[in-house]
Structure formats: structure tokens, C-alpha cells
Nanobody, 118 residues
Framework: QVQLVESGGGLAQAGGSLTLSCVAS???????????MGWYRQAPGKQRELVAD???????NYADSVKGRFTISRDYAKKTAYLQMNSLSPDDTAVYYC?????????WGEGTLVTVSS
């Protein structure tokens, strides 16, 4: 059973930084390498939205709202994905979810809360 466990959320000041981590288990290294890993977020009263994703070749895609501020990366050896978040604003307050998908399958983590105070 594939499991994704996020960590690194918490309280940050506007303009500050946080780094989220997502550790994948129950998955082979090859599968982790070729599947697409993504970070999504859901703010109160809003729909879940894609923040960033990264493909097997390392190509990353970002939502316009986070371009230039957030960086997604992955460590194949650790089966871990990261989301480095800089220049945080209160609009970034949300529950952040890790996602992995490929071969018609998709898995989600339980989420980690990020709260940015002004």
C-alpha cells in the first residue's frame, strides 16, 4: 500500500519561509522515479488546487501564484519530495497535500497545515 506522509507545515510570518517534505513508502524506487509528484493546497472555503508538480525527467510545473517563490524537488534515494516556500503571504495559508500519480493510479497524503500571519 502506497503511503505519503507530509511534514514541515506550521506557522510562518509573512515574508518568511517553510519547507514541506513528503516521504513515500510502499513504492519501488523505479516507480517513485517515473511517477509525477505534486503538491496541492486547499484553503478554507476553496477548492483544492495544484501548487506544483515534478515529472520523472525533473521538469517542474508551477501555479502562477507561486512562480518565483516556491520550488519543488525530489530525492530519489530517500523517496521524498520537497516544497521550498519563500516569500510567504497570508494567501498561502492552506492545507498542503502531497500527491503521486502514474499508470492510472493516484495517491494522496493526509495534508499538513500551513498558516501565514501578516
Amino acid at each position: 500500500q502506497v503511503q505519503l506522509v507530509e511534514s514541515g507545515g506550521g506557522l510562518a510570518q509573512a515574508g518568511g519561509s517553510l519547507t514541506l517534505s513528503c516521504v513515500a513508502s510502499g513504492i519501488t524506487g523505479l516507480t517513485f522515479r517515473i511517477y509525477v509528484m505534486g503538491w496541492y493546497r486547499q484553503a478554507p472555503g476553496k477548492q483544492r488546487e495544484l501548487v506544483a508538480d515534478i515529472r520523472g525527467g525533473g521538469f517542474a510545473n508551477y501555479a502562477d501564484s507561486v512562480k518565483g517563490r516556491f520550488t519543488i524537488s525530489r530525492d530519489y534515494a530517500k523517496k521524498t519530495a520537497y516544497l521550498q516556500m519563500n516569500s510567504l503571504s497570508p494567501d498561502d495559508t492552506a492545507v498542503y497535500y502531497c500527491n503521486i500519480k502514474g499508470n492510472g493510479r493516484e495517491y494522496w497524503g493526509e495534508g499538513t497545515l500551513v498558516t501565514v500571519s501578516s
